[in-house]
């Protein structure tokens, strides 16, 4: 072999071996395949959210809570988390104004929970005398990043729900939401990630009571460094934008919802813990917002209304955190008929 | 533009077709211009600064060598623009705030004057890498150059633009000036190094790191819940920082560059000098080149040589941060290196026992200096340093306990390719530098299996939290 003719093998001997690592790069993912297909568990189904979601167990759409919905036909409809909990107690709210009022509420939901149980419990859910929905938010909640754990939307969930899908794909994904989504197809590691994460967490702990201490006792908010805390509020700040982040919320898709289906909204934003000296403080860059969510919500024809500095709302209302006691549920209740009366007429 | 992003992946892929269907000059054009949109991807007025740079040390190079007689006035110039950029955007505010705090201490009233400028990422990086060829061209140790592109190219060549390894002009520049070829083997290698980075950056560096910034964000953390943080921060700042230069290492090789080893498995070193012969090498050894030798070295004697070495380790600490933790963990480091010196050690091999208790030892003296490192606020520090295992709660003992655990699960695929690099057969697992006169396929294959791994442990273990790369505060 000259010298010319043994470089050129070697050379193709090392675009093989460059092919070989390439394709070990990409095809190795696929095992995560194998090990799905021989995981345990409920049968896998197609995630109503298969741009951001590959196929996984999941739980089904609870047609017993729309049915329930369905036999109270209801007038009005509370929405929310915690927040809306453990503010409006339903029947009361019914007895004082004198309508069929339910509550849909989830501890700790997202957003989009609040979208999905509005439009699949409500708007499409042949409901014939309903007239307004009222939203219980948190401070910027309403526009913040579109935030779906895993299951966490399950039970409020179609087998499609395309605008959601469309949303997060674009709001996380950007311009490569076809390249994330093939390669989920492709490999399924958000499956594997669901059981293998938590365990490579948790393991080391040994017990899961050890691991809820830590993160509630060790790493508990008021251990926080005080700068820390400040970080936190001026990172808080620098996104409360609504012009910018409004397009990307779910927002705009509730109030058209709502629209369609001539039914009236309300939001309500509540007001965080006091202070004994009076109303928490905000910064002046969450009063522009809060400013501006009002300007905009009116402007697309919703009932706005702020608890921040209510009166009505004073420490003594509060039990932990920014949850009410159970008598301040109850006057919150009876607060909140009597000051809104006009949107129940 | 960050590394760990599907912007880059597309941006590297249409570069890379462009290149080499280019010849040498139009490469080179192709480089810079690439650079500069790597560079400007977040901010646009950052390659102002770049090309400013470049500009200033080229010209000063030039007129080094048309006009001798100025040698040194063009290197000040040189010197003078690249330190006063840096110092401007860098130090400003660090001089300003103390000024202004002495002149409080002494009651005067100093105006606020800091300044609202985001420092540009890498701007210590290519400052100190452009800086060295006027140096250099000053010492006669490179001619030159009359092309400003390949200057260019240099100055600004984007994988290690921001965050290093520091490359010389008597290195990097002669791979800009002469022909590449594409090698298959090289891009072989580099895929391995590239997909090592991903996974030590995503993997490794931001799952620990995420546990060192919950520590790190504790009023008072107790004792092993404090150095569980410190332990976690130790190995995100090794596998986050030798995964950007890895990454880079490998862009580089696709684009026909050797860049050079930054790190070299630094804490299985054995001492002090050791360590710094192992961690971040390109930023020792210019200190090494540019200032410690310049300033004597070790030629005038002990005292003098142990001077040397502080004022080195405090310059080299004031580089990372203009913050006054980084100067003293630059005399902490100082100081370490110093006592080392002057300890005599055997020139015998030492056996596996000591050599273990030596490596353990360092460590725990790196991770001291980590401490140092990462703990901005000094009044913490103090508390920090001087609290007592014995303190701690049974919550704390556990916590501590769990946290040190997670990291090191975490980070067992880092200790164990470090220990099997640095006792095993580095071939398998090492990119290999020359060319190969043959291939090895029993390497091969597990090249393409670890990749496999690694590809699958990035899609499903990645950390939720993405951090940034952490030198590109620097």
Known sequence: MNGSAFAKASAGQAGLSLCLVLAGTLAGPLGLRAINGALPGAAVRDSYLPSVETPRPREPFDQEAAQAVREVQPQFVVIGDSMAGIRIDPLQLSRLTRTRVIGLYQQGSP????????????????????????????????????????????????DREPELDRLLATERLGVFS???????????????????????????????????????????????????????????????????????????????????????????????????????????????????????????????????????????????????????????????????????? | MIFHSLDFIAFFLVTLAAYWALPLRAQNVLLVVASYVFYGWVHPWWPVLLFATTFVDYWSARRM???????????????????????????FGFFADNIAAAGAALGWHVPDVTLRVLLPAGISFYTFQSMSYTIDVYRGHAPARTRFIDIAAFVSFFPHLVAGPIMRATNLLPQVERPRQFSAAAARDATVLIVWGFFKKLVIADNVGVIANKVFALESPEFFVLWAGVFAFAIQIYADFSAYTDIARGVAKWYGFDLIRNFDHPYLATGPVEFWRRWNISLSTWFRDYVYIPLGGSRRGPWRNAANIMITFLVSGFWHGASWNYVIWGAYHGLLLVIARSVPRSAKREGGLLRTARVLTMFVFTCIGWLIFRETELNQLWRDLRLSPVASSALGRDAGLYLFLLAGLYSLPLWIHDLWVEFGDPSLVTAVDAEEAEVHWRRVAMQAVMCGLMMASILTLRSQTTLDFIYFSF
């Open chain 1, 111 to 158: 957003v989009a929970y609040w979208y999905l149980a509005f439009k699949n419990l409500v708007v499409n859910n042949d409901l014939k005398s309903v007239r307004g929905a009222i939203f219980f938010f948190r401070d910027d909640q309403l526009t913040t990043q579109v935030q779906v754990a895993p299951g966490s939307l399950d039970r409020v969930a179609l």
């Open chain 1, 178 to 345: 076809g390249v994330h989504r093939a390669a989920r197809v492709a490999y399924q590691f958000d499956r594997t990630r669901l059981w293998l994460e938590p365990l490579i967490n948790t393991a080391p702990a040994g017990s899961p009571e050890l691991l809820q201490a830590i993160n509630t006792e060790v790493f508990a908010l008021d251990k926080l460094r005080k700068f820390e805390a400040a970080d936190l509020a001026a990172a808080t700040d620098a996104a409360l934008d609504l012009p910018a982040s409004v397009a990307r919320s779910l927002l705009p898709e509730i109030i058209r919802l709502a629209a369609q289906a001539n039914i009236r909204t309300a939001f309500v934003r509540v007001q965080r813990r006091p202070t004994s000296d009076g109303p928490p403080l905000q910064s002046a860059a969450l009063k522009k917002y809060a400013d501006d969510l009002k300007t905009y919500l009116i402007g697309h024809g919703a009932y706005y209304y702020d608890d921040w500095g209510d009166p009505d709302e004073p420490l003594s209302l509060y039990a932990d955190g920014d949850h009410l006691t159970a008598d301040g549920r109850v006057r919150y209740t009876q607060r909140f008929a009597e000051k809104h009366a006009q949107f129940f007429q």
């Open chain 2, 65 to 91: 060598n048309e006009r001798p007689d100025q040698r040194k006035a063009w290197l000040w110039i040189s010197i003078v623009s690249n330190l006063g950029l840096l110092g401007f955007y860098k130090y």
